[in-house]
């Protein structure tokens, strides 16, 4: 049975830094693509970065150059770091594989 469990979220300040780690089991983590979505309050989901199992990134616009996705394959963990982060990051962010999803974690960005 595959799960993915998010953490790492939470509340931080205009310009701060949070790192999100998903911790995934049930499936060859090596093999296959992973990334991260978010949904900010009465949005849909939205793309923010995929780790390729070749070792290729992609990040949409809002996240490049202040995210940065990565992966342990030893740990089976995807790990996203956000910096210089912005209200407008605010959402439920999901780590993702295939069609299986995590149950998201939140992070608020407020004065």
């Known amino acids: 049975e595959v799960h993915l469990v998010e953490s790492g979220g939470g509340l931080v300040q205009p310009g701060g830094s949070l790192k999100l780690s998903c911790s995934v089991s049930?499936?060859?983590?090596?093999?296959?693509?992973m990334g991260w979505y978010r949904q900010a309050p009465g949005k849909g989901r939205e793309f923010v970065a995929i780790?390729?199992?070749?070792?290729?990134?992609l990040y949409s616009d809002s996240a490049k150059g202040r995210f940065t996705i990565s992966r342990d394959n030893a740990t089976n963990t995807l790990y996203l770091q956000m910096n210089n982060l912005k209200p407008e990051d605010t959402a439920i962010y999901y780590c993702?594989?295939?069609?299986?999803w995590g149950q998201g974690t939140q992070v608020t960005v407020s004065s």
């Open positions: 780790s390729g199992y070749l070792g290729t990134t």
């Open positions: 049930g499936f060859t983590f090596s093999d296959v693509n």
């Open positions: 993702n594989v295939l069609q299986y």
